[in-house]
T-cell receptor, first 110, second 115 residues
Framework: KQEVTQIPAALSVPEGENLVLNCSFT??????LQWFRQDPGKGLTSLLL?????REQTSGRLNASLDKSSGRSTLYIAASQPGDSATYLC?????????FGAGTILRVKS | DTAVSQTPKYLVTQMGNDKSIKCEQN?????MYWYKQDSKKFLKIMFS???????INETVPNRFSPKSPDKAHLNLHINSLELGDSAVYFC??????????????FGPGTRLTVL
């Protein structure tokens, strides 16, 4: 059974810092890995999708890496801003479904 | 021009009632999903449908019955609501089955409160 773990559970940083969110999964037989952002009381916004054959994806200040064999992914956020404050969710596609981690709550202080 | 929409956004009801949540996607996708996010914010798949055919039923009580009248709609009907059904329910869609490397797009969620 696939399990997804995200570390840390919560993170508070000053504005401008670069930061890394970690995601690990127990079954490396995944099709892809997706990073989402969830704002309080809102839905999920897809940030990046990494196919199982890829090592990383970049979008603006975000860079996500995938090491499928070791069951790890990181989301790197450069020059963090208060608007980046949200919950970040990692999810892997196993079979025909997404399996989610519990999320990392990020707070960027101005 | 919302891609994945859900109604209602909030639903407050009494135990024992029957209620429905509607979901529509205008992305032309073939696959739709329902997820439940509990009080601990943990998201878990409930159902997925591909071209109106049930693909996944993740050991959800049979009080929950999804209905897909066409591939753009996946509604969730819940009978005999219980306190433990209180959660946020998210609808999502993807171009094809999840194992075809498709990005999933989520609706805004429906917050269900059972009193």
């Amino acid at each position: 059974k696939q399990e997804v773990t995200q570390i840390p559970a919560a993170l508070s940083v000053p504005e401008g810092e670069n930061l890394v969110l970690n995601c690990s999964f127990t079954d490396s037989a995944i099709y892809n890995l997706q990073w989402f952002r969830q704002d309080p009381g809102k839905g999920l916004t897809s940030l990046l999708l990494i196919q199982s054959s890829q090592r990383e994806q970049t979008s603006g200040r975000l860079n996500a890496s995938l090491d499928k064999s070791s069951g790890r992914s990181t989301l790197y956020i450069a020059a963090s801003q208060p608007g980046d404050s949200a919950t970040y969710l990692c999810a892997v596609t196993n079979g025909n479904k997404l399996v989610f981690g519990a999320g990392t709550i990020l707070r960027v202080k101005s | 021009d919302t891609a994945v929409s859900q109604t209602p956004k909030y639903l407050v009801t009494q135990m024992g009632n029957d209620k429905s949540i509607k979901c529509e996607q205008n992305l032309g996708h073939d696959t739709m999903y329902w997820y439940k996010q509990d009080s601990k914010k943990f998201l878990k798949i409930m159902f997925s449908y591909n071209n109106k055919e049930l693909i996944i039923n993740e050991t959800v009580p049979n009080r929950f019955s999804p209905k897909s009248p066409d591939k753009a709609h996946l509604n969730l009907h819940i009978n005999s609501l219980e306190l433990g059904d209180s959660a946020v329910y998210f609808c999502a869609s993807s171009q094809d089955l999840a194992d075809r490397n498709n990005e999933q797009f989520f609706g805004p969620g429906t917050r269900l409160t059972v009193l």
